[in-house]
């Protein structure tokens, strides 16, 4: 599979020099250019990017599944207007891999749930049939999500503030150094501690 992202010159030459290779587009790309496409506004000051990425970036889901869960996040937006979001979706078998599963190296475009460990995480990108440029650049690619999953949360932060953070030492600097999803759980974490110890909180 060749991956690249829809630029006229690559498109072209890309079928000319890889023969035998299936052209996809770079979900990356095209999910970089969201906010450009949509407007900031939508996307810094609503839940659009959030219900957008969960659609865009679940592997597990059937190509009726995406396309039905696209459409509803697109209306309860109010955005179906939107010619750009009418264009990528028209594309959709090029870039959602809902529609090449099947083919080999199509997880260079997939991630995993965060909940699962590092090395399960790593395992999705690897094939002990592939060759090393095919594991570089499924490394590269999961290096890559991981980095936008964290953008992503660390955008979420600029844009919240924790409700109520504590008079411990320990939950104050806490709350310095973790997202704030993961500071509420370390905060539970921490009452649940100190309340089987038989200390109030």
């Not at 630029?7 to 979900?27: D, E, Q, R, T």
């Not at 870039?95 to 699962?116: E, G, H, M, N, V």
């Not at 310095?176 to 089987?196: G, M, R, W």
Request: charged share 20%.
């Amino acid at each position: 599979m060749c991956n690249y992202g829809p630029v006229p010159g690559i498109k072209k030459a890309c079928p000319n020099v890889f023969k035998h290779s299936v052209h996809k587009y770079y979900m990356w790309h095209i999910m970089q250019k969201m906010p450009e496409k949509v407007g900031r506004a939508i996307c810094n000051d609503t839940e659009f990017m959030t219900d957008i990425n969960a659609v865009v970036w679940d592997v597990d889901l059937e190509p009726d599944e995406f396309e039905q869960n696209w459409k509803t996040v697109i209306e309860a937006h109010s955005i179906q207007s939107n010619r750009w979001l009418k264009y990528v979706f028209t594309i959709r078998q090029k870039w959602i891999p809902a529609y090449f599963r099947d083919l080999s190296l199509s997880c260079l475009l997939r991630t995993t749930q965060r909940s699962k460990s590092s090395n399960s995480y790593f395992k999705r990108f690897e094939s002990h049939f592939g060759t090393l440029v095919e594991f570089w650049m499924s490394y590269n690619s999961a290096i890559e999500q991981q980095r936008h999953t964290q953008r992503r949360m660390d955008n979420a932060n600029e844009h919240s503030m924790l409700e109520k953070v504590g008079s411990m030492k320990v939950e104050m600097h806490a709350s310095l150094v973790y997202t704030h999803p993961i500071f509420v759980d370390f905060q539970n974490e921490v009452k649940h501690a100190i309340c089987s110890m038989g200390v109030g909180v």
